[in-house]
């Protein structure tokens, strides 16, 4: 997993809630990304971020938010409007787009 | 339509034996590929990445092959250990005028049995 950590591991919510994910890297990497998994489905980008306080949306923005105030850190909202935020969420960093991507160990979100 | 198609969707081997895993794509322009290995809830690992011009990379008991002609990869595992139970994901980047984009395949998940 490299030098990017996910919290938690596990996390479950009600309908409803608003949830943010955690994503902190140490490798000096301008560049991370945040993608969903779904079995049986390839990843799928939710949001990138090139560089500190800008990020693009991805493939499937809708219902997610994020932000990118310090280079270390790109949290990951799931708000209310995500209508089926059950899933699998990993987070990645790369020295520079289009450079290897590096991901973290993951977390899993289940809301009921 | 950019895509990455990989077969089969799943597979079990002995311990032992060798197997081969495909990936067919369809994206243009064509940069790279790769192979990560992803162990049942973590995230993917690297294993190998092949350019254009590149045919043949090996990673250890890994070998990856590249056809640009026909746009296939293959990811031969050799004298499969029980921690090669994984899913095996192909990955193909593609690098446009102002856009970058990564096409995932949805993986092998290959199992070993003792």
């Known amino acids: 997993d490299g030098g990017i950590t996910q919290s938690p591991k596990y996390l479950f919510r009600k309908e409803g809630q608003n949830v943010t994910l955690s994503c902190e890297q140490n490798?000096?990497?301008?560049?991370m990304y945040w993608y969903r998994q779904d079995p049986g489905q390839g990843l799928r980008l939710i949001y990138y971020?090139?560089?500190?306080?800008?990020?693009q949306k991805g493939d499937i923005a809708e219902g997610y938010s994020v932000s990118r105030e310090k280079k270390e850190s790109f949290p990951l909202t799931v708000t209310s409007a995500q209508k089926n935020p059950t899933a699998f969420y990993l987070c990645?960093?790369?020295?520079?787009?289009?450079?290897?991507?590096?991901f973290g160990p993951g977390t899993r979100l289940t809301v009921t | 339509k950019n895509q990455v198609e990989q077969s089969p969707q799943s597979l079990i081997i002995l311990e032992g034996k060798n197997c081969t895993l495909q990936?067919?794509?369809?994206?243009?322009?064509?940069?790279?590929l790769r192979w990560y290995k992803q162990d049942t809830g973590r995230g993917p690992v690297s294993l190998t990445i092949?350019?254009?011009s590149e045919n043949t990379k090996s990673n250890g008991r890994y070998t990856a092959t590249l056809d640009a002609d026909t746009k296939q990869s293959s990811l031969h595992i050799t004298a499969s250990q029980l921690s090669d139970s994984a899913s095996y994901i192909c990955?193909?980047?593609?690098?446009?005028?102002?856009?970058?984009?990564?096409?995932w395949g949805a993986g092998t998940k290959l199992i070993i049995k003792p």
């Open positions: 490798l000096n990497h301008d560049a």
């Open positions: 990645a960093s790369s020295i520079q787009p289009g450079s290897e991507q590096y």
């Open positions: 092949m350019t254009f």
């Open positions: 990955v193909v980047s593609s690098v446009g005028d102002s856009n970058y984009q990564l096409i």
């Open positions: 990936c067919n794509y369809t994206v243009s322009p064509f940069s790279n």
């Open positions: 971020s090139q560089i500190v306080n800008d990020f």
